[in-house]
């Protein structure tokens, strides 16, 4: 008997994108969505990729956790970079370790601690913002001390949604309240969107794109010196967006849930189960990675 043949997934036409820009990502922990940004990643062609720091989280790092989806994440993007997509990845408080080699350059691949692009729209600085968190530059302890707690309240609320499911009830975000709600405080506090936009604006740059509060956001902040667009690309635990820039459109949010094109279909479930099989083997994936540097 032959065996049963899994449906093949029709994949759209890639997007061409000019820039895309990806920032907490938190690989490696369990409130990383790694299947959902892979989706995403492969349904664009971008020109320039920023990773846009805390894209695997050091702090939370075990080598208990690290499941095949993430790893594919990994392999994917150094694929990108072997097939010429620039790719730029600048640090964040999630993945400080990597500050101490900034200017690492890797093919189409650099590490950096800040990134300035000039485009048709106009110049935009790029880094992770947490510079600008008062917790980060006086209680990095107490920093760190969250994140192990909005980890635990991931997998709490995982739990609860799980229940809420089977009966018949609408999901609850809890993780999205409380971290909406600390990080809006730390934000009223230290004044995170104009400080940046100041600074900015002080240096002559049009934009200024952060992640680190995952809020994803685009708006216009007046400075002394002149108006400054705040952009925020969100994260990958709650929200699911991203930066997109466009020769037609300039600087766009994009939101994964919203994307008629990422709706779950029997066929990509089935095409995520046979990813998924196929990728229960830890050595072949790094096999897969190597590969992808050209590394014998």
Not at 112 to 131: E, Q
Not at 261 to 283: G, S
Request: aromatic residues 10%; proline residues 4%; contains cysteine.
């Amino acid at each position: 008997m032959a065996p049963e043949r899994v449906p093949k997934l029709k994949i759209p036409r890639k997007r061409r994108v000019q820039v895309a820009v990806i920032s907490d990502v938190h690989l490696g922990t369990y409130g990383c969505h790694a299947k959902e940004l892979l989706r995403y990643l492969k349904s664009i062609r971008p020109q320039v990729l920023v990773l846009n720091g805390d894209i695997v989280d050091i702090w939370q790092f075990s080598k208990n956790y690290w499941p095949p989806a993430h790893m594919r994440v990994v392999r994917y993007l150094a694929g990108l970079a072997a097939k010429g997509t620039k790719i730029h990845y600048l640090t964040g408080n999630h993945d400080e370790l990597l500050r101490k080699f900034a200017g690492l350059r890797l093919g189409q691949f650099r590490l950096d601690n800040k990134l300035v692009l000039d485009l048709p729209h106009g110049r935009t600085w790029l880094f992770h913002g947490d510079v600008f968190d008062v917790t980060m530059r006086h209680s990095r302890w107490l920093a760190k001390l969250g994140g192990h707690g909005y980890d635990l309240l991931i997998l709490i609320n995982r739990s609860v949604n799980y229940l809420l499911d089977k009966l018949g009830r609408p999901r609850v975000a809890l993780s999205k309240l409380v971290k909406e709600r600390v990080k809006s405080a730390v934000a009223a506090v230290s004044n995170f969107e104009e400080t940046a936009a100041t600074i900015a604006a002080d240096e002559g740059y049009r934009y200024v794109a952060c992640g680190h509060i995952h809020q994803p956001e685009i708006k216009t902040l007046s400075t002394e010196k002149g108006d400054v667009i705040y952009l925020n690309s969100g994260d990958w635990v709650e929200n699911l967006t991203a930066l997109e820039y466009t020769l037609e459109a300039g600087w766009q949010l994009y939101y994964y849930n919203d994307d008629p094109r990422m709706l779950q279909t029997p066929e990509a479930e089935a095409a995520d189960a046979a990813e998924e099989l196929a990728d229960a083997n830890p050595a072949a994936l790094l096999e897969g990675l190597l590969a992808e540097f050209k590394i014998r």
